[in-house]
């Protein structure tokens, strides 16, 4: 069973109005639902959000869009999120290390983009 915590929001505000209306669009609307959702159109309609977002985007926008994440992939968008943010120029947005009753999806970034000089993560779970 998975956890409902979500990933923490960004350490500092990001200035939404340099972001491109797509991306704007896109962070508006939260973070993606989980598998229990009913609402396939939501799924649909933020997978096409992301789908409208030209690559590559900015550093900024991709600090923004690293909030959306929800506690699970969301029958794939999550992923879709995930390689859009890393056409970003620059490092990945920082993610704290998970904690015990983080959702498995916060793991998953942890892996990918957290911070590599953290011997001490349990990234196994």
């Known amino acids: 069973m998975t956890s409902r915590t979500t990933l923490p929001q960004p350490a ?3 200035d939404h109005s340099r ?3 797509e991306v704007q669009a896109f962070v508006a609307d939260g973070q993606l639902p989980d598998w229990d959702t009913d609402d396939e159109e939501a799924v649909d309609r933020r997978h096409g959000q992301l789908e409208a977002i ?3 985007v900015t550093a900024t926008e991709a600090a923004a869009l690293a ?3 929800g506690p699970d992939d969301c029958f794939g968008v ?3 999120l995930l390689h859009l943010i890393e056409t970003a ?3 990945t947005p920082d993610i704290p290390r998970p904690g015990p009753d983080a959702d498995d999806w916060h793991h998953v970034l942890w892996q990918r983009w957290g911070n590599p000089d953290d011997h001490d ?3 196994t779970r």
Do not use: D, Q, Y
Request: proline residues 24%; glycine residues 4%.
């Open 12 to 14: 500092t505000a990001v």
């Open 19 to 21: 972001m491109r209306p």
């Open 54 to 56: 030209p690559r590559p």
């Open 67 to 69: 909030a959306c994440f």
């Open 78 to 80: 999550a992923w879709t």
């Open 89 to 91: 120029p620059g490092p």
């Open 121 to 123: 993560a349990n990234l």
